[in-house]
Each structure stands twice: as structure tokens, then as C-alpha cells.
């Protein structure tokens, strides 16, 4: 009995020491715990981005879990690579705000935690090959310390975590010149060098390398083997311009008008965070334009559809110099044309993924124009004649209506009566006529007597 009590007694002191222990180890923890989260932080505190001085820390808990709430909401994040971006769900961040706030040391900098989550590469639908030289631990830093600050756009370039690439020809174009070219002038044209996110004109590069003075034609055959090299690639055309008719060495959709002097440039824009370069060499009459970077992720196609042909007409026009069956051609005819331009954009399994609509090139007919004689002369039907005969009309020359109209076929049948009346008046005429030899010496026969 007694060594029950003894027991029990035992027991009951074992716990009062164990809970004497507990409060005196443990007590001074929690209650400057509850006492520091009543008790502001000193001056100059920082959390992550945000300064809580003299913010207790359920203050300063609540205010920065708000400040993360909405830029949740609001924030956007993106992965460049070569003039691609891939948006990023903010749902792959989660922050640690109370440890961050319980952890915090009073009148210092400190990290706000944040922790990004490297399953979500796999739903922005990277290419593989990216996916596999991607360097995932320093993107995850750069993550994170991008978050921390809670910037409301985030864009990382992900060529930073990736190794060096070598650059490649990405596209080429080989074009035909014409006989009027400058082709010496042309083999002094320095290379091209589109830098990272930035434009190009045509113009402002001749000005700068000095061949401004070089001819419109020249330059619009530049332009055409530069336009036709760069559709291949994800350069984005800026200004273009086309000319009435197309010229004779320059294949149909890849024609491009340049005339400094109005204003005629041609431009394009590299979207890209990596240059191009871009290289001109005349191999006799021929220009071989040669683009090299980067290779891009996708491959690119250029289609042309909806070609069309428009007839000229045949404009007639008359001239009195030509005699009939005679012909002179003043214009030759040109057909018109009619053709769009598409990019189609393909994938690293050569899925097709998008067809850019790039431009619709309009060529007018240029009709012909034929000279023919004037039209010969038109017969009229004369209403007084009674033996049905025509009057010919000559254009250019006046009809009198008081001389007698001549007729063809035999002559009109004259009443015996008439002739008979018309005989005397001839005699008539003789005979004054033979009056009239004498010259008038002997004065005229009615003539009164002096």
C-alpha cells in the first residue's frame, strides 16, 4: 500500500517538474513572441521591398500579404527569346509573408520569401531544344529575386541561361540586275547590322556609308534582294513601297520601290534580343544577299497565292496621215497583276502554327494603243434624186449646196420641149461671143448715137 502511494507520489511530482521546466524554458519564447508582434519594428526595417519601420508585425504582416495579393492579380511575367515571349503564371509563386515577418531583424534589410515553382516551364510550351540547355537553377534565382521586389512586369531574356550559340545563314536571296546598275558602287556597300530590338532604314544606312547619290534603280534592286532575304526570317517589314509596273528582273511579290527623294524608303525591324547581320556581294551581274544570326526557333515559308492576270484593251485612234490598211502601235500592252504574299510559320516538328498575312501587290494593265487611218467616205442616200444614186462625203472638204450635184450612171432624160428651149440659148451665146471678138471698136449695138 504504502509503495503505491509512493508511486503516485512519484508521478504527481515528475509531472509538476516537467511543467515547472516547460513554462521556465519555454514561457520567456512565447511571451516575447506575443509581446515583439504588439511591438513595432525600429527604424529603418525592410522587408523584401517594402519599409515596416515602426510597424508591429501583425501590421506588417497584413500590409505586404496585400501588397502581394495584388500583384497577384496584376503582375505580368514573361520569358523572351528570340522575338517570342511566353507568359508566366503568377500562381507559380508563393510567398512565405509571416515567415518573412516573424523572421525579420529590427533596423535592417531583409529577404522577403518567395519560392517559384520550376514545374510551371512545362506548361508554356517551350521548344525542346531550349528545354534542354536551359539552365533551370539560375532562371529559378532570377525568378524569385525578380518577385521579390513584386515589379508589376517582369520580362527575362532567357538567352541569359542558355550557352552561347554560333550564328548561322538564316536566309538568302540572289537577284538578277539590271544593266543601268552601279555595280561598283555597289561592291563598296559596307554589311548590314540590325541590332537587338531596333529598326533599320534603308535610307539612313546610305546616308551614313556615304551612296546616297547612288540611282533609285539601283537602290530598288537593292531593296528587292534585301526585301526578298528578309520575308524568310521573323524580321517584321515596316515600310515598303512598289512601283506602277513591275520590273523585268525582279520576280513577282518581292518587288520593292526605294527613291530617296520621295521619300521612298524601305524598313524593317528586328524583334529579337540577338543582331543580325547581313551581307551584299555582287557575283557579276547577280546580287546575293545573305542574312546570319542566331537560329531562329521556328522556320519560316514564304506562299504566294491569288495570282491574277488582268488583260490590257486595245485603244484605237485615227489619224489622216495613215493611208487604209495601215497600222502604227503607239503603246505596247502590259498585263496586269495581282498577287498576296503569306509567311507560314512553322514548328520544331514542322507543324504548321501560323500564316501572317504579309502584303497584296497590284500591278495596273497598260493598254494598247493602235493608230488606224481615218474611216472612208461615208455614202448618203440623196432623197431629191430620182434615179436612186448616192452622194459621197469626204470629211475635211465643204459641200456647196448651190452647185449641181453630180450623179452617177447615165445622164437624167431631158424633155424634147427643154432641149429645144436650151438650143437657141447656146446659139445665143455664140453669137455674143462672136460680137464681143471686135473688142468693142465699133461700140455696142445698143448703144445711142452721140
Given at each position: 500500500m504504502k509503495k503505491q502511494q509512493i508511486i503516485k507520489f512519484s508521478l504527481i511530482l515528475s509531472v509538476l517538474s516537467i511543467l515547472i521546466f516547460s513554462f521556465t524554458y519555454f514561457?520567456?519564447?512565447i511571451f516575447s513572441?506575443?509581446?515583439?508582434?504588439?511591438?513595432?519594428?525600429?527604424?529603418?526595417?525592410?522587408?523584401g521591398s517594402f519599409d515596416v519601420s515602426n510597424k508591429s508585425q501583425d501590421e506588417a504582416t497584413t500590409y505586404i500579404q496585400t501588397k502581394v495579393d495584388s500583384w497577384l492579380t496584376k503582375a505580368k511575367i514573361r520569358l523572351a527569346y528570340k522575338g517570342q515571349n511566353y507568359q508566366v503564371n503568377t500562381t507559380s509563386f508563393v510567398f512565405g509573408v509571416e515567415d518573412s515577418v516573424s523572421s525579420a531583424t529590427s533596423g535592417a534589410q531583409n529577404e522577403l520569401f518567395v519560392h517559384w515553382e520550376e514545374g510551371a516551364l512545362n506548361h508554356l510550351n517551350l521548344p525542346s531544344s531550349i528545354?534542354?540547355?536551359?539552365?533551370?537553377?539560375?532562371?529559378?534565382?532570377?525568378?524569385?529575386?525578380?518577385?521579390?521586389?513584386?515589379?508589376?512586369?517582369?520580362?527575362?531574356?532567357?538567352?541569359d541561361f542558355l550557352p552561347a550559340e554560333e550564328p548561322v545563314i538564316i536566309s538568302r536571296a540572289l537577284v538578277k540586275l539590271s544593266s543601268d546598275v552601279e555595280s561598283e558602287l555597289i561592291e563598296e556597300l559596307v554589311p548590314i547590322e540590325i541590332l537587338p530590338d531596333s529598326m533599320f532604314s534603308l535610307a539612313a544606312y546610305a546616308n551614313e556609308n556615304g551612296q546616297a547619290n547612288l540611282s533609285a534603280s539601283t537602290f530598288s534592286q537593292i531593296g528587292s534582294a534585301l526585301y526578298q532575304a528578309l520575308l524568310q526570317s521573323d524580321i517584321s517589314i515596316v515600310e515598303r513601297h512598289v512601283s506602277s509596273q513591275l520590273p523585268k528582273n525582279i520576280e513577282l511579290g518581292y518587288e520593292t520601290k526605294v527613291d530617296f527623294s520621295k521619300n521612298l524608303d524601305l524598313k524593317f525591324y528586328n524583334p529579337n534580343d540577338k543582331p543580325y547581320k547581313i551581307e551584299l556581294n555582287l557575283n557579276g551581274q547577280e546580287l546575293d544577299v545573305v542574312v546570319t544570326g542566331t537560329q531562329p526557333i521556328y522556320e519560316y515559308k514564304i506562299t504566294a497565292t491569288g495570282k491574277q492576270e488582268f488583260k490590257p484593251r486595245i485603244i484605237n485612234q485615227y489619224s489622216p496621215l495613215l493611208k487604209q490598211g495601215q497600222k502604227s502601235v503607239q503603246t505596247e500592252g502590259i498585263a496586269g497583276l495581282l498577287i498576296k504574299i503569306n509567311r507560314e510559320i512553322y514548328g520544331e516538328n514542322g507543324e504548321l502554327l501560323k500564316t501572317e498575312?504579309?502584303?497584296?501587290?497590284?500591278?495596273?494593265?497598260?493598254?494598247?494603243?493602235?493608230?488606224?487611218?481615218?474611216?472612208?467616205?461615208v455614202i448618203q442616200a440623196d432623197p431629191d434624186s430620182t434615179t436612186g444614186s448616192d452622194t459621197v462625203t469626204v470629211p475635211g472638204i465643204e459641200q456647196n449646196d448651190s452647185t449641181p450635184r453630180q450623179t452617177s450612171g447615165t445622164n437624167p432624160t431631158v424633155p424634147a420641149s427643154d432641149v429645144e428651149q436650151q438650143?437657141?440659148?447656146?446659139?445665143?451665146?455664140?453669137?455674143?461671143?462672136?460680137?464681143?471678138?471686135?473688142?468693142?471698136?465699133?461700140?455696142?449695138?445698143?448703144?445711142?448715137?452721140?
Open positions: 514561457g520567456s519564447d513572441a506575443r509581446t515583439s508582434a504588439k511591438q513595432g519594428f525600429s527604424e529603418n526595417t525592410t522587408i528545354m534542354a540547355k536551359l539552365d533551370t537553377e539560375k532562371l529559378t534565382i532570377k525568378m524569385q529575386a525578380s518577385a521579390q521586389k513584386l515589379i508589376p512586369e517582369i520580362e527575362i531574356k532567357l538567352q498575312f504579309i502584303s497584296e501587290d497590284f500591278y495596273p494593265p497598260i493598254h494598247r494603243v493602235e493608230v488606224l487611218p481615218l474611216a472612208p467616205a438650143q437657141p440659148n447656146d446659139n445665143q451665146a455664140n453669137d455674143d461671143e462672136h460680137e464681143t471678138d471686135d473688142g468693142g471698136l465699133w461700140g455696142k449695138p445698143n448703144e445711142q448715137p452721140k
